[in-house]
Protein backbone atom coordinates (compact mmCIF):
# COMPACT_ATOMS: atom_id res chain seq x y z
CA UNK A 1 0.00 0.00 0.00
CA UNK A 2 2.84 2.40 0.89
CA UNK A 3 6.46 2.69 -0.79
CA UNK A 4 9.30 3.23 1.21
CA UNK A 5 10.98 6.40 0.42
CA UNK A 6 14.55 7.27 0.98
CA UNK A 7 14.42 9.80 3.31
CA UNK A 8 16.29 12.33 6.10
CA UNK A 9 13.85 10.49 9.62
CA UNK A 10 13.10 13.97 10.65
CA UNK A 11 13.11 16.02 7.44
CA UNK A 12 9.77 17.87 7.40
CA UNK A 13 7.26 20.39 5.24
CA UNK A 14 6.47 23.73 6.54
CA UNK A 15 3.09 23.24 6.89
CA UNK A 16 1.97 26.94 6.73
CA UNK A 17 -0.49 27.01 4.08
CA UNK A 18 -3.89 28.33 5.15
CA UNK A 19 -5.96 25.28 6.10
CA UNK A 20 -8.67 25.52 3.11
CA UNK A 21 -11.50 22.87 3.31
CA UNK A 22 -11.04 21.03 0.37
CA UNK A 23 -13.81 18.26 1.00
CA UNK A 24 -15.08 15.68 3.25
CA UNK A 25 -12.82 13.23 2.91
CA UNK A 26 -9.55 15.43 2.52
CA UNK A 27 -10.47 17.33 5.16
CA UNK A 28 -8.49 20.66 4.86
CA UNK A 29 -5.08 21.81 3.38
CA UNK A 30 -3.08 20.96 5.95
CA UNK A 31 -4.91 17.16 6.78
CA UNK A 32 -3.22 16.57 2.64
CA UNK A 33 -0.06 18.03 3.81
CA UNK A 34 0.19 15.96 6.83
CA UNK A 35 -0.67 12.72 5.17
CA UNK A 36 1.30 13.54 2.61
CA UNK A 37 4.31 14.29 4.51
CA UNK A 38 3.93 10.97 6.41
CA UNK A 39 3.48 9.17 2.94
CA UNK A 40 -0.06 7.82 3.81
CA UNK A 41 -3.47 7.36 1.80
CA UNK A 42 -6.83 9.17 2.80
CA UNK A 43 -8.72 5.68 3.28
CA UNK A 44 -11.29 7.82 5.61
CA UNK A 45 -13.56 10.19 5.64
CA UNK A 46 -13.02 12.89 7.92
CA UNK A 47 -16.68 13.04 9.46
CA UNK A 48 -15.31 14.75 13.03
CA UNK A 49 -15.20 18.14 14.14
CA UNK A 50 -13.95 19.68 17.52
CA UNK A 51 -17.62 18.56 19.04
CA UNK A 52 -17.89 15.27 18.23
CA UNK A 53 -14.14 14.22 19.03
CA UNK A 54 -14.26 16.15 22.61
CA UNK A 55 -17.52 14.12 22.75
CA UNK A 56 -15.79 11.23 21.66
CA UNK A 57 -12.68 11.70 24.13
CA UNK A 58 -14.26 12.45 26.90
CA UNK A 59 -16.53 9.36 26.67
CA UNK A 60 -13.71 7.16 26.77
CA UNK A 61 -12.11 8.68 28.99
CA UNK A 62 -15.44 9.01 31.38
CA UNK A 63 -13.17 9.93 34.19
CA UNK A 64 -16.21 10.44 37.39
CA UNK A 65 -17.51 7.23 36.10
CA UNK A 66 -14.81 5.38 35.84
CA UNK A 67 -13.65 6.75 39.41
CA UNK A 68 -17.16 5.36 40.75
CA UNK A 69 -17.13 2.10 38.84
CA UNK A 70 -13.03 1.34 40.33
CA UNK A 71 -13.19 2.78 43.62
CA UNK A 72 -13.34 -0.11 45.88
CA UNK A 73 -9.82 -0.60 45.12
CA UNK A 74 -8.78 2.49 45.95
CA UNK A 75 -11.01 2.89 48.89
CA UNK A 76 -9.51 -0.29 50.39
CA UNK A 77 -6.09 0.69 49.46
CA UNK A 78 -5.54 4.66 50.94
CA UNK A 79 -9.12 5.29 51.93
CA UNK A 80 -10.79 8.26 51.80
CA UNK A 81 -8.22 10.37 52.32
CA UNK A 82 -5.23 8.98 50.21
CA UNK A 83 -7.60 8.85 47.34
CA UNK A 84 -7.82 12.25 47.20
CA UNK A 85 -4.81 13.35 47.48
CA UNK A 86 -3.63 10.94 44.83
CA UNK A 87 -6.27 11.72 42.32
CA UNK A 88 -5.04 14.97 42.67
CA UNK A 89 -1.66 13.97 41.91
CA UNK A 90 -2.35 11.80 38.78
CA UNK A 91 -4.72 14.71 37.47
CA UNK A 92 -1.79 16.97 37.67
CA UNK A 93 1.04 14.88 36.20
CA UNK A 94 -1.44 13.28 34.43
CA UNK A 95 -2.28 16.36 32.98
CA UNK A 96 1.48 17.32 31.90
CA UNK A 97 1.64 13.67 29.63
CA UNK A 98 -1.47 14.40 28.05
CA UNK A 99 0.18 17.78 26.74
CA UNK A 100 3.42 16.13 25.89
CA UNK A 101 1.28 13.90 23.70
CA UNK A 102 -0.75 16.68 22.21
CA UNK A 103 2.00 18.48 21.22
CA UNK A 104 3.26 15.00 19.24
CA UNK A 105 -0.18 14.67 17.90
CA UNK A 106 0.23 18.07 16.35
CA UNK A 107 3.70 17.17 14.95
CA UNK A 108 2.14 13.40 13.29
CA UNK A 109 -1.51 13.01 13.36
CA UNK A 110 -2.09 9.77 11.98
CA UNK A 111 -4.34 6.84 13.74
CA UNK A 112 -0.76 5.07 14.65
CA UNK A 113 -0.29 7.11 17.49
CA UNK A 114 2.58 6.48 19.65
CA UNK A 115 4.48 3.64 17.70
CA UNK A 116 4.45 6.16 14.89
CA UNK A 117 5.58 9.05 16.91
CA UNK A 118 8.42 7.14 18.08
CA UNK A 119 9.56 6.13 14.71
CA UNK A 120 10.02 9.53 13.62
CA UNK A 121 11.30 11.03 17.30
CA UNK A 122 13.62 7.82 18.47
CA UNK A 123 17.49 7.75 17.59
CA UNK A 124 17.88 6.56 13.74
CA UNK A 125 19.32 3.08 15.45
CA UNK A 126 16.43 1.97 17.70
CA UNK A 127 13.67 3.85 15.62
CA UNK A 128 12.87 0.40 13.76
CA UNK A 129 12.50 -2.03 17.17
CA UNK A 130 11.08 0.40 19.52
CA UNK A 131 8.56 1.18 17.06
CA UNK A 132 7.82 -2.31 16.66
CA UNK A 133 7.57 -2.90 20.47
CA UNK A 134 5.04 -0.10 21.33
CA UNK A 135 2.88 -0.85 18.12
CA UNK A 136 2.42 -4.16 19.71
CA UNK A 137 1.82 -3.06 22.99
CA UNK A 138 -0.91 -0.44 22.15
CA UNK A 139 -2.25 -2.87 20.06
CA UNK A 140 -2.85 -5.19 23.29
CA UNK A 141 -3.94 -1.94 25.60
CA UNK A 142 -6.30 -1.03 23.08
CA UNK A 143 -7.88 -4.34 22.34
CA UNK A 144 -8.25 -5.00 26.11
CA UNK A 145 -9.93 -1.77 26.47
CA UNK A 146 -12.41 -2.81 24.84
CA UNK A 147 -13.57 -5.62 27.15
CA UNK A 148 -13.45 -3.16 30.47
CA UNK A 149 -16.43 -0.63 29.32
CA UNK A 150 -18.39 -3.65 28.18
CA UNK A 151 -17.36 -5.84 31.29
CA UNK A 152 -18.16 -3.14 33.66
CA UNK A 153 -21.96 -2.05 32.11
CA UNK A 154 -22.35 -6.38 32.23
CA UNK A 155 -21.39 -6.72 35.88
CA UNK A 156 -23.20 -3.54 36.86
CA UNK A 157 -26.82 -4.59 35.17
CA UNK A 158 -25.89 -7.56 37.12
CA UNK A 159 -25.44 -5.39 40.58
CA UNK A 160 -28.67 -3.77 39.61
CA UNK A 161 -30.49 -7.23 39.47
CA UNK A 162 -29.00 -8.35 43.15
CA UNK A 163 -30.10 -4.74 44.60
CA UNK A 164 -33.75 -5.32 43.23
CA UNK A 165 -34.15 -8.85 42.84
CA UNK A 166 -32.83 -10.78 46.32
CA UNK A 167 -33.65 -14.12 44.79
CA UNK A 168 -30.75 -13.41 42.00
CA UNK A 169 -27.71 -15.78 42.81
CA UNK A 170 -24.57 -13.88 41.21
CA UNK A 171 -23.28 -16.02 38.85
CA UNK A 172 -20.01 -14.85 36.44
CA UNK A 173 -20.94 -16.50 33.71
CA UNK A 174 -24.12 -14.76 33.71
CA UNK A 175 -21.78 -11.62 33.69
CA UNK A 176 -19.44 -13.32 30.68
CA UNK A 177 -23.09 -13.74 28.68
CA UNK A 178 -23.90 -9.97 28.83
CA UNK A 179 -20.49 -8.67 28.46
CA UNK A 180 -20.66 -10.51 24.62
CA UNK A 181 -24.01 -9.02 24.34
CA UNK A 182 -22.80 -5.68 24.69
CA UNK A 183 -19.93 -6.15 22.73
CA UNK A 184 -21.90 -7.50 19.76
CA UNK A 185 -24.32 -4.55 19.95
CA UNK A 186 -21.24 -1.91 20.01
CA UNK A 187 -19.70 -3.96 17.15
CA UNK A 188 -23.00 -3.59 15.29
CA UNK A 189 -23.17 0.25 15.73
CA UNK A 190 -19.56 -0.23 14.64
CA UNK A 191 -19.35 -1.42 11.30
CA UNK A 192 -22.81 -0.54 10.07
CA UNK A 193 -23.22 2.79 11.78
CA UNK A 194 -19.89 3.61 11.89
CA UNK A 195 -20.72 6.99 9.82
CA UNK A 196 -23.48 7.92 12.59
CA UNK A 197 -20.86 7.80 15.53
CA UNK A 198 -19.66 11.99 15.06
CA UNK A 199 -23.93 12.46 15.84
CA UNK A 200 -23.90 9.98 19.00
CA UNK A 201 -20.97 11.23 20.43
CA UNK A 202 -21.83 14.40 20.51
CA UNK A 203 -25.06 13.59 22.13
CA UNK A 204 -23.55 11.30 24.77
CA UNK A 205 -21.59 14.41 25.10
CA UNK A 206 -24.76 15.62 26.93
CA UNK A 207 -25.18 12.18 28.69
CA UNK A 208 -22.27 12.58 30.47
CA UNK A 209 -22.50 16.01 31.24
CA UNK A 210 -25.79 16.20 32.30
CA UNK A 211 -25.60 12.35 33.78
CA UNK A 212 -23.11 13.94 36.23
CA UNK A 213 -25.77 16.42 37.35
CA UNK A 214 -28.42 14.02 37.61
CA UNK A 215 -25.75 12.11 40.11
CA UNK A 216 -24.68 14.58 42.24
CA UNK A 217 -27.69 16.67 43.00
CA UNK A 218 -29.49 13.63 44.67
CA UNK A 219 -26.35 13.01 46.54
CA UNK A 220 -26.23 16.62 47.56
CA UNK A 221 -29.83 16.52 48.97
CA UNK A 222 -30.55 12.83 50.00
CA UNK A 223 -27.22 11.65 51.43
CA UNK A 224 -25.55 11.73 54.43
CA UNK A 225 -22.59 13.98 55.50
CA UNK A 226 -19.33 12.51 56.45
CA UNK A 227 -17.00 13.89 58.88
CA UNK A 228 -14.57 16.36 57.80
CA UNK A 229 -11.90 15.47 59.50
CA UNK A 230 -11.80 12.07 59.20
CA UNK A 231 -12.43 12.14 55.06
CA UNK A 232 -9.31 14.48 54.83
CA UNK A 233 -7.07 12.50 57.29
CA UNK A 234 -8.06 8.82 57.25
CA UNK A 235 -5.55 6.58 55.47
CA UNK A 236 -6.89 2.79 54.90
CA UNK A 237 -4.27 -0.17 55.05
CA UNK A 238 -6.69 -2.59 53.53
CA UNK A 239 -3.95 -4.56 51.88
CA UNK A 240 -2.04 -5.31 54.90
CA UNK A 241 0.79 -3.53 53.46
CA UNK A 242 1.83 -2.42 56.92
CA UNK A 243 2.35 1.50 55.28
CA UNK A 244 -0.73 3.54 54.54
CA UNK A 245 2.42 5.12 52.80
CA UNK A 246 2.80 2.60 50.37
CA UNK A 247 -0.84 1.16 50.36
CA UNK A 248 -2.00 4.69 48.95
CA UNK A 249 0.88 3.78 46.54
CA UNK A 250 -1.03 0.98 45.50
CA UNK A 251 -4.51 2.47 44.74
CA UNK A 252 -2.83 5.10 42.75
CA UNK A 253 -4.36 2.07 40.10
CA UNK A 254 -7.92 3.65 40.62
CA UNK A 255 -7.52 7.69 39.37
CA UNK A 256 -4.97 6.33 36.66
CA UNK A 257 -7.29 4.11 35.00
CA UNK A 258 -9.87 6.78 35.16
CA UNK A 259 -7.30 9.50 33.54
CA UNK A 260 -6.64 6.66 31.09
CA UNK A 261 -6.91 7.47 27.51
CA UNK A 262 -6.44 11.09 25.92
CA UNK A 263 -4.68 9.67 23.49
CA UNK A 264 -7.77 7.73 21.78
CA UNK A 265 -8.71 10.93 19.86
CA UNK A 266 -5.35 11.15 18.26
CA UNK A 267 -6.18 7.25 16.27
CA UNK A 268 -9.50 9.09 15.06
CA UNK A 269 -7.08 11.37 13.52
CA UNK A 270 -7.07 10.34 9.98
CA UNK A 271 -11.06 11.06 11.01
CA UNK A 272 -10.43 14.49 11.60
CA UNK A 273 -10.86 18.24 10.22
CA UNK A 274 -7.84 19.93 10.82
CA UNK A 275 -6.64 17.16 12.90
CA UNK A 276 -3.22 19.02 13.71
CA UNK A 277 -4.39 21.87 15.15
CA UNK A 278 -7.99 19.93 16.86
CA UNK A 279 -5.94 17.23 18.36
CA UNK A 280 -4.15 19.61 21.00
CA UNK A 281 -7.33 21.04 21.93
CA UNK A 282 -9.17 18.31 22.66
CA UNK A 283 -6.89 16.57 24.54
CA UNK A 284 -6.06 19.46 26.53
CA UNK A 285 -9.78 20.31 27.33
CA UNK A 286 -10.62 16.53 27.76
CA UNK A 287 -8.13 16.50 30.79
CA UNK A 288 -9.38 19.81 32.22
CA UNK A 289 -13.25 18.78 32.13
CA UNK A 290 -13.14 15.72 32.96
CA UNK A 291 -10.47 16.60 35.49
CA UNK A 292 -12.57 19.13 37.18
CA UNK A 293 -15.79 16.75 36.76
CA UNK A 294 -14.24 13.46 38.51
CA UNK A 295 -12.24 15.93 41.59
CA UNK A 296 -16.49 17.00 42.34
CA UNK A 297 -17.76 13.68 41.91
CA UNK A 298 -15.42 12.07 43.86
CA UNK A 299 -15.35 14.52 46.80
CA UNK A 300 -19.22 14.11 46.79
CA UNK A 301 -18.81 10.38 46.80
CA UNK A 302 -16.60 10.67 50.06
CA UNK A 303 -18.53 13.25 51.75
CA UNK A 304 -21.48 10.52 51.31
CA UNK A 305 -20.28 7.16 51.70
CA UNK A 306 -21.36 6.62 55.15
CA UNK A 307 -19.81 3.42 56.28
CA UNK A 308 -17.29 2.28 54.73
CA UNK A 309 -16.87 -1.59 55.45
CA UNK A 310 -20.55 -2.10 54.89
CA UNK A 311 -20.38 -0.19 51.48
CA UNK A 312 -17.08 -2.24 50.25
CA UNK A 313 -18.67 -5.56 51.54
CA UNK A 314 -22.09 -4.96 49.57
CA UNK A 315 -23.42 -7.60 47.82
CA UNK A 316 -24.28 -5.74 44.47
CA UNK A 317 -20.46 -5.76 43.66
CA UNK A 318 -20.52 -2.14 43.07
CA UNK A 319 -19.86 0.52 46.29
CA UNK A 320 -21.45 3.43 44.05
CA UNK A 321 -24.84 1.17 43.75
CA UNK A 322 -24.50 0.93 47.73
CA UNK A 323 -24.14 4.50 48.10
CA UNK A 324 -27.10 5.07 45.62
CA UNK A 325 -29.46 2.87 47.72
CA UNK A 326 -28.50 4.46 51.09
CA UNK A 327 -28.43 7.96 49.98
CA UNK A 328 -32.50 7.86 48.25
CA UNK A 329 -33.96 4.70 50.13
CA UNK A 330 -35.25 3.74 47.02
CA UNK A 331 -34.23 0.65 44.69
CA UNK A 332 -36.02 2.48 42.15
CA UNK A 333 -34.13 5.79 42.13
CA UNK A 334 -30.76 3.99 42.82
CA UNK A 335 -31.58 1.80 39.57
CA UNK A 336 -32.02 4.99 38.04
CA UNK A 337 -28.90 6.63 38.66
CA UNK A 338 -27.04 3.44 38.22
CA UNK A 339 -28.38 3.02 34.77
CA UNK A 340 -26.20 6.53 34.20
CA UNK A 341 -23.38 4.38 34.27
CA UNK A 342 -24.28 1.32 32.62
CA UNK A 343 -25.33 3.81 29.75
CA UNK A 344 -21.27 5.47 29.92
CA UNK A 345 -19.84 1.88 30.19
CA UNK A 346 -21.79 0.82 27.18
CA UNK A 347 -20.90 4.09 25.08
CA UNK A 348 -17.31 3.79 26.37
CA UNK A 349 -16.72 0.17 24.90
CA UNK A 350 -18.38 1.84 21.69
CA UNK A 351 -15.68 4.14 21.34
CA UNK A 352 -12.83 1.57 22.80
CA UNK A 353 -14.10 -0.32 20.05
CA UNK A 354 -13.29 2.53 17.44
CA UNK A 355 -10.49 3.02 18.98
CA UNK A 356 -9.31 -0.24 18.77
CA UNK A 357 -10.16 -1.01 15.41
CA UNK A 358 -7.58 1.65 14.10
CA UNK A 359 -5.01 1.54 16.13
CA UNK A 360 -5.30 -2.28 14.66
CA UNK A 361 -5.46 -1.51 11.31
CA UNK A 362 -3.04 1.50 11.36
CA UNK A 363 -0.16 -1.39 12.93
CA UNK A 364 -1.06 -3.58 9.92
CA UNK A 365 -0.59 -1.00 7.32
CA UNK A 366 2.82 -0.36 8.73
CA UNK A 367 3.26 -4.42 8.29
CA UNK A 368 3.45 -4.77 12.16
CA UNK A 369 1.27 -7.33 12.20
CA UNK A 370 0.84 -11.68 11.25
CA UNK A 371 -2.24 -10.98 8.31
CA UNK A 372 -1.43 -7.51 7.89
CA UNK A 373 -3.02 -6.91 4.63
CA UNK A 374 -6.06 -8.44 5.65
CA UNK A 375 -6.28 -6.18 8.97
CA UNK A 376 -5.35 -3.04 6.29
CA UNK A 377 -8.37 -3.82 4.41
CA UNK A 378 -11.07 -0.68 4.71
CA UNK A 379 -14.34 -1.90 3.52
CA UNK A 380 -15.60 0.33 0.75
CA UNK A 381 -19.30 0.35 1.37
CA UNK A 382 -18.89 0.99 5.25
CA UNK A 383 -15.61 2.95 4.61
CA UNK A 384 -14.59 1.26 8.46
CA UNK A 385 -11.77 -1.21 8.95
CA UNK A 386 -14.59 -4.29 9.45
CA UNK A 387 -11.63 -6.83 9.71
CA UNK A 388 -10.21 -5.45 12.52
CA UNK A 389 -13.46 -4.81 14.19
CA UNK A 390 -14.10 -8.60 13.38
CA UNK A 391 -10.58 -9.44 15.14
CA UNK A 392 -11.78 -6.67 17.82
CA UNK A 393 -15.03 -8.48 18.33
CA UNK A 394 -13.63 -12.04 18.85
CA UNK A 395 -10.40 -10.94 20.92
CA UNK A 396 -13.36 -9.36 23.30
CA UNK A 397 -15.32 -12.29 23.35
CA UNK A 398 -12.38 -15.00 24.09
CA UNK A 399 -11.05 -12.66 26.75
CA UNK A 400 -14.58 -11.80 28.50
CA UNK A 401 -14.86 -15.90 29.06
CA UNK A 402 -11.36 -15.91 31.47
CA UNK A 403 -14.46 -14.15 33.45
CA UNK A 404 -16.38 -17.62 34.17
CA UNK A 405 -12.81 -19.08 35.35
CA UNK A 406 -12.25 -16.36 37.50
CA UNK A 407 -13.22 -12.28 37.97
CA UNK A 408 -9.90 -11.85 39.83
CA UNK A 409 -7.96 -13.20 37.02
CA UNK A 410 -10.22 -11.40 34.39
CA UNK A 411 -9.32 -7.79 36.22
CA UNK A 412 -5.76 -8.78 36.68
CA UNK A 413 -5.67 -9.47 33.15
CA UNK A 414 -7.28 -6.58 32.38
CA UNK A 415 -4.43 -4.20 34.52
CA UNK A 416 -2.17 -5.82 31.07
CA UNK A 417 -3.94 -3.00 29.26
CA UNK A 418 -3.57 -0.32 31.43
CA UNK A 419 0.27 -1.10 31.97
CA UNK A 420 0.71 -1.75 27.97
CA UNK A 421 -0.61 1.87 27.51
CA UNK A 422 1.62 3.30 29.84
CA UNK A 423 4.77 2.43 28.62
CA UNK A 424 3.70 3.58 25.27
CA UNK A 425 3.32 6.75 26.95
CA UNK A 426 6.21 6.10 28.59
CA UNK A 427 8.75 5.32 25.88
CA UNK A 428 7.19 7.99 23.71
CA UNK A 429 7.55 11.02 25.91
CA UNK A 430 11.63 9.44 26.51
CA UNK A 431 12.22 10.04 22.71
CA UNK A 432 10.72 13.30 22.21
CA UNK A 433 12.59 14.70 25.31
CA UNK A 434 16.24 13.14 24.25
CA UNK A 435 15.54 15.34 20.97
CA UNK A 436 15.25 18.15 23.08
CA UNK A 437 17.83 17.23 25.12
CA UNK A 438 20.48 16.50 22.21
CA UNK A 439 19.24 20.07 20.55
CA UNK A 440 17.81 18.17 17.72
CA UNK A 441 15.20 19.87 15.54
CA UNK A 442 11.12 18.50 16.34
CA UNK A 443 8.60 18.40 13.81
CA UNK A 444 6.01 21.78 12.49
CA UNK A 445 3.50 21.72 14.74
CA UNK A 446 0.59 23.78 15.87
CA UNK A 447 1.02 23.28 19.47
CA UNK A 448 4.53 24.19 20.77
CA UNK A 449 5.73 23.55 24.29
CA UNK A 450 8.74 25.57 23.23
CA UNK A 451 10.88 26.34 26.38
CA UNK A 452 8.87 24.32 29.06
CA UNK A 453 9.04 21.44 26.62
CA UNK A 454 11.88 19.75 29.32
CA UNK A 455 10.39 20.32 32.34
CA UNK A 456 7.15 19.07 31.05
CA UNK A 457 8.55 16.05 29.56
CA UNK A 458 10.45 15.16 32.45
CA UNK A 459 7.80 15.50 35.09
CA UNK A 460 5.55 13.54 32.85
CA UNK A 461 8.30 10.37 32.30
CA UNK A 462 8.51 10.40 36.11
CA UNK A 463 4.76 10.21 36.98
CA UNK A 464 4.63 7.34 34.16
CA UNK A 465 7.94 5.18 35.54
CA UNK A 466 5.86 5.26 39.07
CA UNK A 467 2.54 4.54 37.61
CA UNK A 468 3.91 1.45 35.64
CA UNK A 469 5.27 -0.18 38.56
CA UNK A 470 2.70 0.08 40.80
CA UNK A 471 -0.11 -1.55 38.50
CA UNK A 472 1.66 -4.68 38.16
CA UNK A 473 1.05 -4.59 42.40
CA UNK A 474 -1.62 -6.66 43.80
CA UNK A 475 -4.63 -5.43 45.56
CA UNK A 476 -3.13 -7.47 48.91
CA UNK A 477 0.11 -7.83 50.95
CA UNK A 478 1.20 -11.83 50.60
CA UNK A 479 -1.39 -12.93 47.67
CA UNK A 480 -2.37 -15.90 47.27
CA UNK A 481 -2.16 -18.16 43.70
CA UNK A 482 -5.51 -16.69 43.34
CA UNK A 483 -4.91 -12.80 44.48
CA UNK A 484 -1.72 -12.04 42.77
CA UNK A 485 -0.93 -9.65 39.97
CA UNK A 486 -0.62 -12.05 37.23
CA UNK A 487 -0.15 -9.26 35.04
CA UNK A 488 3.56 -8.81 35.07
CA UNK A 489 3.63 -12.00 33.93
CA UNK A 490 1.25 -11.84 31.09
CA UNK A 491 3.23 -8.17 30.46
CA UNK A 492 6.36 -10.20 29.86
CA UNK A 493 4.70 -12.52 27.97
CA UNK A 494 3.40 -10.46 25.26
CA UNK A 495 7.14 -8.93 24.61
CA UNK A 496 8.55 -12.55 24.31
CA UNK A 497 6.17 -13.34 21.77
CA UNK A 498 6.38 -9.87 20.03
CA UNK A 499 10.25 -10.81 19.93
CA UNK A 500 9.71 -13.90 18.49
CA UNK A 501 7.33 -12.89 16.07
CA UNK A 502 9.91 -9.72 15.11
CA UNK A 503 13.09 -11.69 14.82
CA UNK A 504 11.90 -14.53 12.41
CA UNK A 505 9.50 -12.41 10.53
CA UNK A 506 8.58 -9.07 11.30
CA UNK A 507 11.90 -7.07 10.63
CA UNK A 508 12.06 -8.41 7.10
CA UNK A 509 9.07 -6.43 6.19
CA UNK A 510 8.48 -4.24 8.62
CA UNK A 511 10.62 -1.02 8.37
CA UNK A 512 8.61 1.57 10.33
CA UNK A 513 6.42 4.56 9.27
CA UNK A 514 9.36 6.89 8.95
CA UNK A 515 10.51 5.33 6.38
CA UNK A 516 7.42 6.11 4.62
CA UNK A 517 7.89 9.82 5.50
CA UNK A 518 8.83 11.83 2.43
CA UNK A 519 11.35 14.78 2.17
CA UNK A 520 10.56 18.27 2.03
CA UNK A 521 10.51 19.78 -1.42
Given at each position: M????????????????????LGKKEGTSRDVEDMKRMGKEQLFKRNFGFLSIFGFAMILMQTWQALLGTIVFGLGNGGTAGLIYLYIIVVIFFT??????????????????????ISEFAPRSHQKVLSFIVGWLCTLGWQSGVSIGCFLAATEIQGLIVLNNDSYIYERWHGTLLTIAIVLFVAFFNTFLA??????????????????????????????????????????DGGGWGSTGLATLVGIITPTT????????????????????????????????????????????????GDLDSVLSTPTGYPFI??????TGSKGGAT??????????????????ATASRQLFAFARDKGLPAHTWFATVNKRYEVPVNSVLFTIAFSVLFS??????????????????ASLLSSYLISICCVLLRRLRGQPLLDRAFDLGRFGIP???????FLALALVMSFFPGFNHPTVQTMNWSCLAYGGVLIIGGIYYAFWARHSYVGPVEYVRKSD
Open positions: NKPAEVTAHDVPDNTSDDVVLVNISMAEMASMAPTAGGQYHWKHLPLVEGMVLCLHLGGFICILVPLWVLGPRGNSHQIWTQFEAFLGADAAAHMSEELRNASKTLPRVMLWTSVVNGSLGFIMLITFCYTLQVFYNAAMSCILVLSAVTNGMTNMLVNIGSTVAFNQILSLGVINIAGIA
